[in-house]
C-alpha cells in the first residue's frame, strides 16, 4: 500500500515562469485509479474547455486559448486548470502529457516548466 503522503483527491496542472506566457494549450491527464470527479479552470478561465474525458472518466483532455493576453507574462507559478478525483489516488498513478502549449512568441514551452501538483 502506498503511504498516505504520496496520496491525493486533486492535482493542479501548472506552469512555472514562462516569460512569453501561455498562448495556448492541449493538455491530457490520466489517472489508473480513481474516476474524475470535477475539473476547474486556472489560467485563461474564459477560452478553457473540456474536449474528451472529464467527469466521471478516467482521463481529461482540456485546451485553453489566451484570447485577451491574460497570461502574456508568467513570472511565477500559475495553475492552468485542477482537477479532483472521487477518492484519494496513487501520485504516481497520474499522467500529463501536453500534446499543444505554445507561448505568445509562438514557441514551445519547455517540459521542464511543466508540471501538476497534489493539492488538498
Do not use: W
Request: with cysteine; proline share 6%.
Amino acid at each position: 500500500m502506498t503511504p498516505e503522503a504520496e496520496r491525493t483527491q486533486a492535482v493542479c496542472v501548472v506552469v512555472d515562469a514562462a516569460p512569453e506566457g501561455v498562448q495556448k494549450y492541449t493538455a491530457r491527464v490520466a489517472c489508473d485509479e480513481g474516476e474524475i470527479e470535477s475539473v476547474e479552470p486556472g489560467a485563461l478561465e474564459r477560452f478553457f474547455e473540456i474536449i474528451e474525458g472529464g467527469v466521471g472518466s478516467r482521463f481529461v483532455r482540456a485546451r485553453a486559448v489566451d484570447m485577451t493576453g491574460e497570461a502574456r507574462h508568467i513570472q511565477e507559478p500559475t495553475p492552468l486548470f485542477e482537477i479532483r478525483f472521487t477518492e484519494p489516488v496513487d501520485l504516481s498513478s497520474i499522467r500529463l502529457t501536453f500534446e499543444t502549449i505554445i507561448d505568445h512568441d509562438g514557441e514551445t514551452v519547455p517540459n521542464e516548466s511543466l508540471r501538476f501538483d497534489a493539492i488538498e
